[in-house]
Nanobody
């Protein structure tokens, strides 16, 4: 079994910052790329950022250099530092890991981020 647990969401004013965390536990025998997605009400889930095993990161265009993804391979964890938050960043943020050996994608329950004054 593989479990994915996100944390760190909350309510923040426009221009504020949040740091999301995601920990993957269970029978994992390797290191894999990890991703953050988000889903706003009434919209499709969209990819926010990806981090490769070696730490190479890619971002969606809407991030505009405001977010930074990082990882700790010893802890099977990934983080998303979000700065200069905007109301349109309001969404549930999900962590994702795909394990090829199991041919499966694993998702957490999500963490709510609300940007509002």
């Amino acid at each position: 079994q593989v479990q994915v647990v996100e944390s760190g969401g909350g309510l923040v004013q426009p221009g504020g910052s949040l740091r999301l965390s995601c920990e993957v536990t269970g029978r994992i025998f390797g290191i894999y790329p990890m991703k953050w997605y988000r889903q706003a009400p009434g919209k499709q889930r969209e990819l926010v950022a990806t981090i490769a095993v070696n730490g190479w990161a890619t971002y969606a265009e809407f991030v505009e250099s405001r977010f930074a993804i990082s990882r700790n391979n010893r802890k099977n964890s990934v983080y998303l530092q979000m700065n200069s938050l905007k109301p349109e960043d309001t969404a549930v943020y999900y962590c994702n890991i795909r394990i090829p050996e199991f041919d499966a994608d694993y998702w957490g329950q999500g963490t709510q981020v609300t940007v509002s004054s």
